[in-house]
């Protein structure tokens, strides 16, 4: 009698732990990107892919803007589902990581080329302007989950992306 509730105690043990885990693991998922739904013309659409702009600088903070390079379908967001202006640059702080959603408004194919580029704000630019560390990220997707890509480092930037360049680094 001892041998089975033994085991029947180790068995509710294992269930709660991996239960345990099993909330963390969607929590963090989850909350991994943020959770937007866009009204676009009366029809509420998702967050099509998150890019993450990850500064890796310990001391001087990074300036990104975000380009539309060829179709004006696509759209984007930031970390509170708040449009981003294309003319505005997003400052990322050292060693900190900002998101950037896409949102595809109305889907014509596979031929929107957008572009991510980056410029320390390590020195003033009047001192300075031959030698600002730079990067550019050009973003062509061809397919769904299938994207060609060009990284750009300039002006000795150190940047680089991976995770099929969803996740760009500053340095």
């Known amino acids: 009698m001892k041998l089975v509730y033994s085991v029947v105690l ?3 043990s294992a269930l709660t732990a991996a239960q345990a885990l099993a ?15 866009i009204n676009i013309n009366n029809e509420m ?10 500064n890796l600088d310990h001391i001087n903070s990074w300036k990104v803007q975000v380009a539309r390079l060829y ?3 696509i759209d984007f967001y930031d970390e509170t589902c708040n449009k981003i202006k294309l ?8 060693n900190s990581t900002k998101k950037v959603g896409m949102l595809v408004r109305v889907a014509r194919s596979f031929n929107s080329i957008y572009s991510f580029t980056g410029v320390s704000q390590d020195e003033n630019l009047v ?11 050009v973003v062509a997707p061809y397919g769904p ?5 060009m990284d750009w480092r300039l002006n000795n930037g150190d940047c680089y992306s991976t995770n099929y360049g969803l996740d760009l680094y500053f340095k």
């Open 10 to 12: 180790t068995a509710v």
């Open 127 to 137: 001192q300075v302007p031959n030698n600002k560390k730079a990067c550019v990220f």
């Open 145 to 149: 989950r299938q994207m060609d890509r």
């Open 23 to 37: 909330q963390t693991l969607s929590r963090s998922v989850a909350t991994e990107n943020p959770l937007c739904e």
């Open 45 to 54: 659409k998702k967050i099509h892919v998150w890019y993450s702009l990850n």
């Open 71 to 73: 179709e004006n379908n």
């Open 87 to 94: 003319s505005d640059a997003i400052e990322v702080l050292p």
